[in-house]
T-cell receptor, first 108, second 114 residues
Framework: AQRVTQPEKLLSVFKGAPVELKCNYS??????LFWYVQYSRQRLQLLLR??SRESIKGFTADLNKGETSFHLKKPFAQEEDSAMYYC??????????FGKGTHLIIQP | ETGVTQSPTHLIKTRGQQVTLRCSSQ?????VSWYQQALGQGPQFIFQ???????GRGNFPPRFSGLQFPNYSSELNVNALELDDSALYLC?????????????FGPGTRLTVT
């Protein structure tokens, strides 16, 4: 069965510091992976997907098939990055499988 | 462009009752997915509808059922409610039946079962 693991429930960093949100997955096929974000009082929205290989709001994520990881990184955190972040795996007819989420807090 | 809307925002039901939740897809989207999000958890896939047909289903019992209408709006029905059904129910719309397309989420319906 496919599974997504986000080991950190809460991550607190200072403004300007680097950020890394960890995501590991378990999937027998070729995965399609996403990061979704939910800012305070807003709905869940797509941040980025691995197939597009782009940087959104300064965030990047590289798929490492050997380590089955898709960690989200940003070199310099900003206060507006504070939010709930979910890693998700697309499994065909099984829809999106989400991790439990990491609450990122950027301290001033 | 109209975003995804859901109704009602909140509701409270008693164990054993039935409930219907509604979702209106984003303009131009023909696929809708439903998720259950328990407190402190990530969203869990219930099922997906593509052009009025069920296109995939997660690990939920048959008392969770759905419908998609010709205008691509959708309903989630839950029969014989249990206390563990208390959760936030999210719907998300996308294009062409594939979860790999960006999913646009609604604000959710908060269901409390007492």
């Amino acid at each position: 069965a496919q599974r997504v693991t986000q080991p950190e429930k809460l991550l607190s960093v200072f403004k300007g510091a680097p950020v890394e949100l960890k995501c590991n997955y378990s999937y027998s096929g070729s995965p399609e992976l996403f990061w979704y974000v939910q800012y305070s009082r807003q709905r869940l929205q797509l941040l980025l997907r691995h197939i597009s290989r782009e940087s959104i709001k300064g965030f990047t994520a590289d798929l490492n098939k050997g380590e089955t990881s898709f960690h989200l990184k940003k070199p310099f955190a900003q206060e507006e990055d504070s939010a709930m972040y979910y890693c998700a795996l697309e499994g065909g007819a099984d829809g999106l499988t989400f991790g439990k989420g990491t609450h990122l807090i950027i301290q001033p | 462009e109209t975003g995804v809307t859901q109704s009602p925002t909140h509701l409270i039901k008693t164990r054993g009752q039935q409930v219907t939740l509604r979702c209106s897809s984003q303009s131009g989207h023909n696929t809708v997915s439903w998720y259950q999000q328990a407190l402190g958890q990530g969203p869990q896939f219930i099922f997906q509808y593509y052009r009025e047909e069920e296109n995939g289903r997660g690990n939920f019992p048959p008392r969770f059922s759905g419908l998609q209408f010709p205008n691509y709006s959708s309903e989630l029905n839950v029969n014989a409610l249990e206390l563990d059904d208390s959760a936030l129910y999210l719907c998300a719309s996308s294009l062409d039946g594939a979860s790999s397309y960006e999913q646009y989420f609604g604000p959710g319906t908060r269901l409390t079962v007492t």
